[in-house]
């Protein structure tokens, strides 16, 4: 009885033979959205310690270049912190967090617009989204700041609006914005299987939206949520420009009770900038997590 030969698989146990070219291994890239938090994440730990670096060694430059020692820096510094951290660097933090949370409320309804089936409502939508997407940031905070005014009568009662308002609200357009184009992107996102599947059960289009395709985004739209929140959060400086009371508007006051010694600036910007880096660093870490924890495996 004859032996069968073995099967041979061309590739694997002998050589192809064709010269074609195969495809490669796909490596999923990283959306563009969270190009900010990894560069931020990828950082090392003790990028912190290089960046506080200049406010370390700055002292030591300006006791040679003039007669402002290195404890009249260091002193200086210190005797202002806590000023700059309670009404300065706090300030920022409540920004960003009315910011955000103005955005987001408007941009999940920006988003649910621009999947309506409404034509109206999505052409509104999609004009609005672009709008303030595609706008730069400080030119809206002027436009809002220009636009509003300083305050208002409702019933009789005279109600000011501040500043920081109006730099919350300046900051919450490009937020809305951006938050409408995560929601939409997550419901497109979702397999139209899904869909299918509860129109074939007699589900209403409300009903595959609230119970079924949006609890399924959540997840997804957690990370850019996040990652906007960092991007938010390193933008609240430009709320300077306006005359905002925040960590660099307080940091030029402070420099000038001083005297303006030009060896304060850089030990109080590096301050700042080490405060941002801090707060920034741990949110740009937890976000590249769970955008490893929910992407799509393949």
């Given at each position: 009885?004859?032996?069968?030969?073995?099967y041979?698989?061309?590739?694997?146990?002998?050589?192809?033979?064709?010269?074609?070219?195969v495809?490669?291994?796909?490596?999923?890239?990283?959306?563009?959205?969270?190009?900010?938090?990894?560069?931020l994440?990828?950082?090392?730990a003790?990028?912190?310690?290089?960046?506080?670096?200049?406010?370390?060694?700055?002292p030591?430059?300006?006791?040679?270049?003039?007669s402002?020692?290195?404890?009249?820096?260091?002193?200086?510094?210190?005797?202002?912190?806590?000023?700059?951290?309670?009404?300065?660097?706090?300030?920022?933090?409540?920004?960003?967090?009315f910011?955000?949370?103005i955005g987001?409320?408007?941009?999940?309804?920006?988003?649910?617009?621009?999947?309506?089936?409404?034509?109206?409502?999505?052409?509104?939508?999609?004009?609005?989204?672009?709008?303030?997407r595609?706008?730069p940031w400080?030119?809206?905070?002027f436009?809002?700041?220009?636009?509003f005014?300083?305050?208002?009568?409702?019933?009789?009662v005279?109600?000011?609006?501040?500043?920081?308002?109006?730099?919350?609200i300046?900051?919450?357009?490009?937020?809305?914005?951006?938050?409408?184009?995560?929601?939409?992107?997550?419901?497109?996102?979702?397999?139209?299987?899904q869909?299918e599947?509860?129109?074939?059960l007699?589900?209403?289009?409300?009903q595959i939206?609230?119970?079924i395709?949006?609890?399924?985004?959540?997840?997804?739209?957690?990370?850019?949520?996040?990652?906007?929140?960092?991007?938010?959060?390193?933008?609240t400086?430009?709320?300077?420009?306006?005359?905002?009371?925040?960590?660099?508007?307080?940091?030029?006051?402070?420099?000038?009770?001083?005297?303006?010694?030009?060896?304060?600036?850089?030990?109080?910007?590096?301050?700042?900038?080490?405060?941002?880096?801090?707060?920034c660093?741990?949110?740009?870490?937890?976000?590249?997590?769970?955008e490893?924890?929910?992407?799509?495996?393949?």
């Amino acid at each position: 009885m004859a032996s069968k030969r073995p099967y041979t698989i061309p590739g694997i146990n002998r050589n192809g033979s064709t010269d074609l070219p195969v495809l490669k291994p796909f490596a999923p890239s990283q959306p563009v959205a969270f190009h900010t938090s990894a560069w931020l994440a990828n950082m090392p730990a003790w990028t912190g310690f290089v960046l506080l670096l200049p406010l370390m060694l700055w002292p030591f430059a300006s006791h040679a270049a003039g007669s402002f020692t290195m404890t009249d820096a260091f002193s200086a510094l210190i005797r202002w912190m806590p000023f700059l951290l309670k009404s300065g660097f706090l300030f920022n933090v409540i920004i960003s967090l009315f910011a955000m949370l103005i955005g987001t409320s408007l941009g999940i309804i920006l988003g649910l617009g621009q999947i309506s089936r409404n034509r109206f409502i999505k052409r509104v939508s999609w004009f609005f989204t672009q709008l303030f997407r595609n706008s730069p940031w400080l030119v809206l905070l002027f436009i809002v700041l220009l636009a509003f005014p300083f305050e208002v009568t409702i019933f009789g009662v005279i109600i000011p609006i501040p500043d920081w308002m109006k730099a919350v609200i300046g900051l919450s357009l490009p937020i809305m914005a951006n938050i409408s184009e995560i929601v939409r992107g997550a419901v497109l996102s979702v397999p139209t299987a899904q869909w299918e599947a509860a129109e074939s059960l007699a589900f209403s289009r409300q009903q595959i939206l609230w119970r079924i395709i949006l609890p399924q985004c959540f997840k997804r739209m957690i990370p850019p949520w996040m990652n906007w929140y960092a991007i938010l959060t390193m933008a609240t400086p430009l709320c300077s420009l306006l005359g905002v009371e925040e960590i660099i508007t307080l940091s030029r006051q402070a420099m000038e009770a001083e005297n303006n010694h030009p060896e304060l600036l850089v030990p109080f910007y590096s301050f700042a900038l080490g405060l941002f880096f801090i707060y920034c660093y741990p949110i740009a870490r937890v976000t590249m997590y769970l955008e490893r924890r929910y992407s799509v495996k393949i």
